[in-house]
């Protein structure tokens, strides 16, 4: 079982920035670690579905982002210390959610967009951006 962790959430005015973090402190089934994970990010606001922040491959080589994040967001991922960060610039309104991480087992090197594609999510870590 993957235990995956957020941490970096917290409360922001527009424009603002924070850095979310997501750990998968005990070892996975894969004796190659969270480096042969695809991983990626999701958030969820309040009353509406969960939807597809950035993702990113196995070795970090491709990534992904929704066009409501492009240009603002960055998705990386450091496979030594087992840790996948998003980093989020000029924060919006209505970037206010829950985010969370998620991660699969992968054979390809594709960054993958779909919640069915995921079966290992975190716990979230709630961001709020004030007007």
């Known amino acids: 079982q993957v235990h995956l962790e957020e941490s970096g959430g917290g409360s922001v005015q527009a424009g603002g920035s924070l850095r979310l973090s997501c750990s998968a402190p005990t070892r996975t089934a894969s004796s190659y670690s969270m480096a042969a994970y695809a991983m990626g990010w999701f958030r969820e606001a309040p009353g509406q579905e969960r939807e597809f922040v950035a993702a990113?491959?196995?070795?970090?080589?491709?990534?992904a982002y929704a066009d409501s994040v492009k240009g603002r967001f960055t998705i990386s991922r450091d496979n030594v210390m087992n840790r996948m960060y998003l980093q989020m610039n000029s924060l919006k309104p209505e970037d206010t959610a829950d985010y969370y991480c998620?991660?699969?087992?992968?054979?390809?090197?594709?960054?993958?967009?779909?919640?069915?594609?995921?079966?290992?999510w975190g716990q979230g870590t709630q961001v709020t951006v004030s007007s």
């Open positions: 990113i491959s196995r070795g970090g080589g491709n990534t």
């Open positions: 998620a991660a699969e087992l992968r054979l390809d090197d594709f960054a993958h967009l779909e919640r069915s594609d995921y079966g290992h």
